[in-house]
C-alpha cells in the first residue's frame, strides 16, 4: 500500500526533545501531526511488525496508539537521509508524567505494557524497554505510545526492558504498597527511576519477604553485581548456554503480571475528600456557582479543546466542564483525592478527563538532559478555558504565594487562547471562615494585600473581566476574565 501523502508542503518539523535516546528513531511535531523518522534498521522492524497480526488488533482496541506511514518526499524532518521511514501516530490529547498519576494510573500503565508485551513474545516480538514513560493517556484509558520499541524477539535473550520496568513501575508500586510511601517524589527526582540497590535499601529487614521483593529487588541487584564487569553480549550468551528461552520470557511477563495485580494501596482518609462539606458553602452557594461556572463554559465562540480545572477536588467541575469541552485536566494535590477519582472515571470509562496529582504551588518542573526531556507543565497546559476554583486562597495565605503572581501565573495558561480564553476565578474574601481558618495559623497582619479590591485590581490588569458574581453567603465572589492582548 502506497503512503498517504501528508497535505501540507515541505515544511521544517520540530524535533521532540525527550526522543533522542533511541538513536534509530525520532519523533518530531508538524503543524499538529506527530510524526516518527525510522532509521533503515528501524523501518525493517517496523515493516515486519506492521505485517503481523497482533499489532492490529491492539491499535483497533485502543491499547496502542494509532500509527500509519506516510510520504517523507513532502517532509523536512533534517538528517533527511537518515530516516528511511516516516509513521504518523495519533494525537494525544496530553502529555502526562508518571510521577503525575496516582497509584492505580501507575499500575494500570504496567498492566497495560505487560499485557503488550506478552501478545508481543506470542507473535514473535519483544520490545527494546520498559520504561512507564512509553505510555499515556486517554482519560482514563492507559495506551502504549512507543511504537519503536517494538522489535523481533531473539531466542535465549531475556526481555531488554526488564530493569526499566523495574525501576519506573515496578518499584514505584512497591514503594507505596509495601511502604506506605508516596511514589511520586521519587519519581519526579530521577528520570530513570529508582535503583535496585536504592530499592533493596529500603525493602530491607523483614520486608524483604514482602510480595516481590526477594525476587525483582535483592536477586535482581545481586544479579546486577554479578555481572557489573560482564559485557551484555557475554550475559547473553551466558543465558543461552543456560538454555534460557522466549517461553521463559514468556512465562517471566506472566509471573510479573500477577506480581502487579497483587499490589495494592487504599488511599487513606483525606481533609480534601470532605473538602466540599467542610468549605462553608451553603447550598444556594452551591447552586450559584455551578450555574456561573456552566455559563462560562458554555459562553465562548467555539468549543474549548482543552480545559485546566486546578485544584479539581472529587472532580465534579471536571465533569461539567468535559460536557462542553473536548479534554479536561483535572489537577489535584493530594494523591488519595486523586486515586478515588480515577477510579470513579475508570469505571465510568471516562476517555475526556485526565486526573493527574500535582501541587499547584509546586508543579512539575523541566526535567532529564538540559531540562527539556521532560516539558514542565506550564509548557505543556496551555488551556482554552481554566477553572481556579477556591484554590487562589490556599495558594496566597495557605503558600504564601503573592496574589500577583497567582494571577500572573492563571493568566499564563491561556496564552494561546486568544480572545476566546477564559479564566473562571473564585476569589474567598479574608472573611469566609476557610480564609480566616488560613489566616489563623499565620503572624497577624502577614497578608496585608489579602484583600477583594486587590485581587480585582489584578485580575482586571490581566484580564477584561466579563462576569462577576458575588455567592449569596456574601464572602466568595466568582469572576470570568478574557486574556488582554
Not at 447552586?287 to 456552566?294: D, E, H, I, S, T
Not at 482543552?306 to 485544584?311: A, F, I, R, W, Y
Request: with cysteine; glycine share 10%; proline share 6%.
Amino acid at each position: 500500500m502506497t503512503p498517504p501523502r501528508l497535505s501540507s508542503p515541505p515544511t521544517a518539523a520540530r524535533v521532540e526533545p525527550g526522543s533522542f535516546r533511541d538513536p534509530g528513531n525520532r519523533i518530531f511535531h508538524l503543524d499538529g501531526q506527530v510524526l516518527r523518522g525510522l532509521d533503515r534498521r528501524a523501518a525493517e522492524d517496523w515493516q515486519a511488525l506492521a505485517g503481523s497480526d497482533f499489532l492490529p488488533a491492539l491499535i483497533a482496541a485502543g491499547k496502542v496508539c494509532g500509527t500509519e506511514p506516510v510520504d517523507r518526499s513532502s517532509l523536512s524532518l533534517g538528517d533527511d537521509d537518515r530516516w528511511h521511514t516516516v509513521l504518523r501516530h495519533e494525537r494525544i490529547p496530553f502529555v502526562s508524567y508518571p510521577y503525575e498519576w496516582s497509584f492505580g494510573m501507575l499500575r494500570d500503565a504496567a498492566l497495560l505494557h505487560l499485557e503488550i508485551l506478552a501478545a508481543a513474545l506470542e507473535a514473535g516480538f519483544s520490545t527494546k524497554d520498559g520504561s512507564a514513560y512509553n505510555l499515556q493517556w486517554r482519560g482514563a484509558a492507559p495506551v502504549f505510545i512507543d511504537i519503536g520499541s517494538f522489535e523481533p524477539a531473539r531466542e535465549g535473550e531475556p526481555w531488554a526492558g526488564y530493569r526499566q520496568f523495574c525501576q519506573t513501575l515496578l518499584y514505584p508500586l512497591m514503594i507505596q504498597a509495601h511502604l506506605g510511601l508516596d511514589f511520586q517524589p521519587w519519581l519526579r527526582s530521577r528520570i530513570d527511576g529508582v535503583e535496585p540497590g536504592q530499592m533493596r535499601r529500603l525493602l530491607g529487614g523483614t520486608r524483604r519477604f514482602s510480595a516481590g521483593a526477594l525476587k525483582h529487588v535483592h536477586l535482581h541487584d545481586a544479579m546486577q553485581t554479578r555481572h557489573a564487569a560482564a559485557s551484555t553480549g557475554a550475559v547473553r550468551e551466558e543465558l543461552r548456554d543456560a538454555g534460557f528461552s522466549r517461553d521463559l520470557v514468556l512465562a517471566g511477563v506472566r509471573g510479573m503480571e500477577k506480581l502487579v495485580r497483587r499490589l495494592d494501596w487504599q488511599p487513606p482518609t483525606s481533609h480534601w475528600e470532605s473538602y466540599r462539606e467542610t468549605c462553608t458553602y451553603s447550598d444556594s452557594d452551591a447552586r450559584g456557582k455551578q450555574r456561573f461556572v456552566a455559563a462560562a463554559l458554555a459562553g465562548g465562540r467555539s468549543r474549548p479543546e482543552l480545559v485546566l480545572d486546578l485544584g479539581a477536588n472529587d472532580g465534579d467541575y471536571s465533569r461539567l466542564a468535559a460536557r462542553h469541552a473536548a479534554y479536561v485536566i483535572a489537577v489535584e494535590s493530594d494523591p488519595a483525592v486523586v486515586e478515588r477519582l480515577y477510579q470513579r472515571l475508570r469505571v465510568d470509562g471516562e476517555r475526556r478527563i485526565l486526573p493527574l496529582v500535582m501541587d499547584l504551588a509546586d508543579p512539575s518542573p523541566g526535567g532529564g538532559w538540559r531540562g527539556v526531556e521532560r516539558a514542565p507543565f506550564a509548557t505543556r497546559a496551555g488551556a482554552e478555558v481554566v477553572l481556579a476554583l477556591a484554590v487562589v486562597h490556599h495558594l496566597a495565605v495557605g503558600r504564601n504565594v503573592p496574589l500577583a503572581e497567582i494571577v500572573d501565573w492563571l493568566v499564563g495558561f491561556l496564552a494561546g487562547a486568544g480572545t476566546d480564553g477564559r479564566l473562571v476565578v473564585e476569589f474567598v474574601h479574608p472573611e469566609d471562615p476557610m480564609a480566616r481558618r488560613l489566616l489563623a495559623n499565620k503572624p497577624a497582619g502577614l497578608f496585608p494585600d489579602y484583600r477583594r479590591d486587590e485581587f480585582e485590581r489584578l485580575l482586571a490588569g490581566r484580564c477584561e473581566i466579563t462576569a462577576r458574581e458575588e455567592l449569596p453567603s456574601g464572602t466568595r465572589t466568582l469572576y470570568v476574565g478574557t486574556p488582554r492582548g
